[in-house]
């Protein structure tokens, strides 16, 4: 009400000071009304006069009395909100809409992360219980190999023909060589001795051997082979040596174990394979080279340029059972097998020898304390190849051939020297066994097993009796 008499008390001064107001006292007060009007609009809806209504005294004074400090009522409905709160409003609901949004989407993508961390882990945590469970395996096994493998190199020696291999290795070894082909007195040479050795005097003792064995092939034809066929010893059911013709088992006969003509061929191949024994371990360049030409001082081929014909005869020749078959096709695996794991070791010291020039001093000793230690390891390497090697050779030697085969492959080879890993890639390929290349790859096989897998050979060695070496020992189904 007090409003109401302040707006009175201006509009109408007439009667409040008791004068009473006229027709023209009352069109002036209505003309002052409208204007005080005008000013109010113009300073409370400043936004709105253009499409205001014409506001009466009452609902001004309506207006005016609801709100004490002087201020516009509050729109109680959108529908009468002045549009630049509107507008605000929407602002501020599409400002808190986006950053609602934002904040899903980092939570998202960090539940995201947290996810793919968690299936990261958890699958190397799987990895590393699966490579536990594979070197737990390994250990086992080279906890049964190892005690067996340095039980063999202690207790058992390679041989080849008459050498000891393993002690020919040394360099102050005292095996001598016996020749006893030229006739006359037997002759007596060392290691250095071979190691000398001329060319020409190698091939003329390498003929010299291959025309006797073949000698003593024909004899033993005449009186122990009716058949025509090479006799060979294998090892009987009763681990006594018998002769055979070809596959066929005949009854050990007194006369036939002290044939002279036996005995020769005993003694000339192991002469024979103890030369190539001792030039191969003196000096394996020299060997190499010396058996890459022809052997009877005629001009020809080299080994190298020969076709496969030679092979095959030798294969031919040498008249495999099929448990010998089955042996020599193990041991080529197994024996390519360990050359791939020295083939990457090999490759995996060359990619660690330094290659950039050295900058500074200090760079230097550590590039050359590097060089050192990577040709230690070649040279490592190249010792543990030319022990397979030897291994290989005894073992197929000693174990898979018998007395015959040995001399029948010197025979057949002359006036060449092949290697026999030729005659045993061929016998591969005939049975379709994978290649040499393929072989050497690793196969689901780490370096360990394949390890593992040729100490079987190694064991199989030290299973091979003295009384054995001109027998086939078998190695299939062997307790090794």
């Known amino acids: 009400m007090d409003a109401d008499n302040d707006i009175y008390s201006l509009i109408r001064p007439s009667q409040v000071q008791g004068v009473d107001c006229s027709h023209s006292a009352l069109s002036s007060c209505n003309s002052f009304s409208d204007g005080f009007l005008s000013f109010l609009n113009d300073q409370f809806h400043d936004d709105e006069v253009a499409s205001a209504e014409p506001t009466t005294i009452q609902g001004l004074a309506s207006g005016l009395g ?20 509107v507008a605000r409003t ?6 808190n809409r986006a950053s609602q949004r934002q904040w899903r989407t980092r939570q998202k993508t960090r539940a995201d992360n947290l996810e793919a961390q968690i299936e990261a882990k958890t699958a190397q945590l799987k990895a590393l219980h699966a490579s536990q469970q594979q070197l737990e395996a390994q250990n086992a096994m080279l906890e049964d190999a190892v005690p067996q493998a340095i039980d063999v190199d202690t207790q058992h020696i390679y041989t080849l023909g008459n050498v000891d291999l393993t002690d020919l290795q040394r360099s102050d070894t005292q095996q001598t060589l016996t020749i006893t082909v030229l006739g006359g007195l037997p002759q007596l040479k060392t290691r250095q001795d071979v190691r000398h050795m001329s ?9 010299a ?3 006797k064995l073949a000698s003593c092939f024909i004899e033993l034809t ?5 058949s025509g066929a090479p006799a060979q010893i294998t090892r009987t059911a009763t681990n006594s040596p018998a002769l055979v013709c070809g596959a066929v088992a005949n009854s050990p006969t007194k006369a036939a174990l002290h044939n002279p003509a036996l005995e020769n061929l005993r003694m000339w191949t192991r002469e024979c394979s103890s030369l ?35 092979n095959h005869d030798m294969l031919a020749a040498m008249q495999f059972t099929e448990a010998q078959q089955q042996d020599v096709l193990l041991l080529r695996r197994l024996f390519y097998g360990k050359l791939g794991v020295l083939a990457r070791q090999r490759r995996d010291c060359l990619r660690r020898m330094p290659h950039a020039a050295a900058a500074t001093e200090y760079e230097v000793s550590n590039r050359l304390s590097e060089v050192v230690d990577v ?19 005894s073992a197929y030697r000693r174990g898979v051939y018998t007395l015959t085969q040995q001399a029948m492959s010197m ?9 026999n890993p030729y005659i045993f890639d061929m016998l591969a390929a005939e049975r379709g066994e994978p290649s040499a290349r393929e072989l050497m790859q690793p196969a689901g096989l780490d370096n360990i097993e394949h390890n593992i897998r040729w100490q079987q050979i190694v064991r199989y060695l030290g299973t091979i009796r003295a009384e054995d070496v001109e027998v086939h020992v078998p190695i299939v189904g062997a307790q090794v």
């Not at 025979?411 to 290697?419: D, G, K, L, N, R």
């Open 222 to 226: 005449k009186t122990d082979s009716p």
């Open 375 to 393: 040709a230690q390891e070649l040279v490592d390497i190249t010792a543990a190849e030319r022990q397979t090697r030897l291994q290989f050779t």
């Open 411 to 419: 025979v057949t080879a002359f006036p060449y020297v092949t290697e």
């Open 90 to 95: 929407n602002r501020r609901k599409l400002h």
């Open 276 to 310: 190539r024994a001792f030039l191969a371990i003196s000096d394996i360049k020299k060997y190499l080279d010396f058996i890459s030409h022809r052997l009877d001082g005629r001009p020809g081929f080299r080994t190298c340029d020969l076709d496969d014909k030679q």
């Open 209 to 211: 051997y291959a025309r």
């Open 199 to 207: 060319f020409a005097e190698f091939a003329m003792l390498t003929a």
């Open 66 to 85: 609801s709100d004490k400090s002087g201020r516009p009522p509050k729109p109680d409905s959108p529908a009468g909100a002045r549009p630049g709160a």
